[in-house]
């Protein structure tokens, strides 16, 4: 799956909606997850967490430098 590089921001107010952003990247960030905790639930945990700090911080992606929400 190609991934777009260029997520949608919030603009005007209007929110991103979390699911649409984060489902392409569910099997990709658990499988690293698990490999790194050994655990099926802190697999879990650690993806969660992981997902919403990217989220929250949303604000701070810059078109200009191309960054991905894969990343």
Known sequence: MKENHH???ARGGEPVDFETLVQPHL???FRVAFLIVHDYHLAQDAV?????EA????YRYD?????SFRA
């Not at 969660?48 to 919403?52: G, K, R, V």
């Not at 989220?55 to 949303?58: E, V």
């Open 7 to 9: 997520f949608p921001i």
């Open 27 to 29: 099997a990709t960030a």
């Open 48 to 52: 969660q967490e992981a997902l919403w």
């Open 55 to 58: 989220y929250q911080s949303l």
């Open 63 to 67: 078109e200009r430098k191309g960054t």
